[in-house]
C-alpha cells in the first residue's frame, strides 16, 4: 500500500530507511535476562504502512499481576517463539530504521540485550516519544501514554498490548505533523537523537550548567507529585561525565536502567576535589538514605576488639562498641565491624586462619588444663593444655591482629585537611566540616564532634597522607578563599 504525500512529508529526511514505531511487554524481568513476552511493531516508509507482533516465550513464568495489566497470560506463550527464534526477522524490520517508542530506552534496552544474546547486535538511531512530547509541548506537565491518548484524541484498541501501543505512537506521530510543520519536527528529532541518551523524564535544561568538576550529584525521584524521593547519591571528580555515563550503558545495567526510568531532577554540590566529593557523598547517603544506593548506610551498631591481658597477664580479646568509647584516642583497638555477629565471625575466621587457640580466644567454654576441640583437629597448637606458652599464644594473637589495627589519633586536638581553597577539619578521625574562611571556620569548630563513623573514618586515614595536615590553633584562611 502506498501512503499518503503527507506521511512521506513525516518521514525525516535522515531516516531513509523508514520508521519503525516499536513496543515491548515483558514479565517484569530485568533487561539481561530472557524478560520480552509481546513484540509490536509498526513500519513506514515509502512502500507503505506495515504492521507486525508476535508473541514470545520468556524464560520465567508472568507474574500475576503483569497478567493483569497486560492481558498476557502463561498459557498464551506456552508455545510461543523464543526471542532466539524470531530474533532474524525482527532485526530486518529494525534494521536501518529511526527506533521510535515510548519510554525508548527501556524498549531498546530490552532488544538490544536480547539480541547480544542471540549473537546479534543492533544500533539504530532512538527516538523517545516522551522526549519529543516534551518538547513540542512544554506547557504540558505529563507526557505517559495515557495522557497523550487523552490530549490528542488518539484511538486506544487495548492498552498494554504490544501492537496496539506502538500504533498508538503511530497515531501520535501523525498527530504532531498535522500541528507542526515537519521541518520543525525534524529539528527537534535530529536534537534529540543528537543529544547525549537521557532519561526520558529528565528535562535536559537540567544539566546545561552540570559542571565537569570534583562534587557530588544526587538524584530525585517522584514522591506525592514532586521530584523529592532520593534515588541515588554519587561523587566524581568530573561531575558532568559521569552523570552522563548513568545514562549511556543503562541497557548494560539492569540497575542502571531503573534509576533512569525513576529519575526526575538531578542537584549537584561542587567540592574542592576527590576527598571533598567522599566525604559529602558519605554525609549525604547517610541523611537522606537513598533507595539505590547499598553502600555507606548507618552503622549504629560500630563495634571493635580491644586487645588487652587479664589478671594473670594472658592476651585477651574485649568487645568494645562505639557507644562506649572514643575510637579515635585508643591505641589498642583492632577492626571495625557493622555488628557484633559480624565481630565474632571475624574472630572465628582469625582463630581458624593462624591456628589460634579459640577457647583463648573466648570462642569456647574451657576447662583449664583440658585439650579443645580445634587441637585434636590439628587447627590449636596447644595454648589450652599447656603445649604452646600464653606468651607465644599471645604474640601470634598480636602478629594476627596487625593488619587490622586501627589508626590511633596522633593530635593533640582538631586539624585541617587542605584540599585546594577548602580545609576539611577533623577531630578524632571524626569530620566536622569543611570551610574556605575564617568565619566558616570558626562556625565548623563550635559545632561540636559528631559519632565516629566507619565510613568516614576509612575516607580520613587515606586523606591524612594525600593532603597537607594543618594544626588548628590560629589558622589562617586558605589561600584564595573568602574572606
Keep these: ?261 525513576q529519575v526526575r531532577r538531578i542537584d549537584w554540590i561542587e567540592t574542592a576535589g576527590e576527598i571533598g566529593a567522599l566525604l559529602k557523598e558519605a554525609e549525604l547517603i547517610k541523611q537522606l538514605q537513598p533507595t539505590h544506593n547499598r553502600l555507606l548506610r548507618r552503622n549504629r551498631d560500630l563495634c571493635t576488639w580491644r586487645l588487652s591481658t587479664d589478671m594473670v597477664g594472658d592476651w585477651q580479646l574485649e568487645l568494645m562498641h562505639a557507644a562506649d568509647l572514643d575510637f579515635g584516642r585508643h591505641d589498642d583497638l583492632f577492626g571495625l565491624f557493622r555488628s557484633q555477629r559480624e565481630a565474632t565471625n571475624r574472630r572465628r575466621a582469625l582463630a581458624r586462619d593462624h591456628a589460634l587457640c579459640p577457647p583463648l580466644l573466648g570462642l569456647e567454654k574451657h576447662t583449664p588444663g583440658a585439650r579443645c576441640f580445634d587441637f585434636q583437629l590439628k587447627r590449636c597448637r596447644g595454648a589450652c593444655n599447656g603445649g604452646e606458652s600464653p606468651a607465644a599464644h599471645g604474640l601470634r594473637l598480636i602478629e594476627a591482629l596487625h593488619g587490622l589495627k586501627l589508626e590511633s589519633w596522633s593530635w593533640t586536638g582538631p586539624i585541617g585537611l587542605r584540599e585546594g581553597t577548602t580545609l576539611h577539619v577533623v577531630d578524632g578521625w571524626r569530620f566536622l566540616g569543611s570551610a574556605r574562611s575564617e568565619d566558616e571556620l570558626a562556625d565548623v569548630l563550635e559545632r561540636g564532634r559528631p559519632a565516629f563513623d566507619m565510613d568516614i573514618y576509612k575516607i580520613l586515614v587515606k586523606a591524612v597522607g594525600r593532603l597537607p595536615v594543618v594544626p588548628l590553633h590560629a589558622v589562617p584562611p586558605p589561600a584564595g578563599a573568602a574572606r
Excluded at 20 to 28: M, S, Y
Excluded at 176 to 204: K, T
Excluded at 210 to 230: I, K, T
Design 1 to 261: 500500500m502506498r501512503v499518503s504525500s503527507a506521511t512521506l512529508l513525516s518521514i525525516p529526511r535522515f531516516a531513509s530507511g523508514g520508521l519503525a514505531f516499536v513496543d515491548i511487554e515483558t514479565n517484569g524481568g530485568p533487561a539481561q535476562r530472557a524478560s520480552i513476552t509481546e513484540i509490536g511493531i509498526v513500519q513506514v516508509d515509502e512502500d507503505g504502512v506495515r504492521e507486525w507482533s508476535t508473541l514470545i516465550r520468556p524464560a520465567s513464568r508472568i507474574p500475576d499481576y503483569i497478567q493483569r495489566l497486560t492481558g498476557i497470560d502463561n498459557d498464551m506463550v506456552a508455545d510461543a517463539p523464543t526471542f532466539a527464534e524470531v530474533a532474524d526477522e525482527v532485526f530486518d524490520r529494525l534494521e536501518g530504521r529511526l527506533f521510535i517508542a515510548h519510554n525508548a530506552r527501556f524498549d531498546h534496552g530490552h532488544l538490544r540485550a536480547a539480541f547480544r544474546r542471540a549473537g546479534l547486535d543492533i544500533r539504530p538511531q532512538v527516538l523517545c516519544t516522551v522526549k519529543l512530547s516534551r518538547r513540542l509541548f512544554p506547557e504540558h506537565r505529563h507526557h505517559g501514554l495515557d495522557h497523550l491518548i487523552a490530549r490528542h484524541g488518539l484511538a486506544a484498541s487495548a492498552r498494554h498490548r504490544a501492537l496496539a501501543d506502538a500504533a498508538l505512537l503511530w497515531q501520535f506521530w501523525q498527530k504532531i505533523h498535522s500541528h507542526f510543520a515537519p521541518g520543525h519536527i525534524e529539528q527537534q528529532v535530529r536534537e534529540l537523537i543528537g543529544h547525549p541518551s537521557l532519561p526520558p523524564h529528565l528535562d535536559a535544561e537540567q544539566l546545561a550548567d552540570l559542571p565537569d568538576a570534583p562534587g557530588v550529584y544526587l538524584f530525585y525521584g517522584e514522591r506525592n507529585g514532586h521530584a523529592s524521593l532520593p534515588l541515588y547519591v554519587g561523587k566524581s571528580t568530573r561531575l558532568r561525565s559521569r552523570v552522563l555515563s548513568h545514562f549511556a550503558a543503562d541497557h548494560q545495567s539492569d540497575r542502571e536502567l531503573s534509576l533512569s526510568q
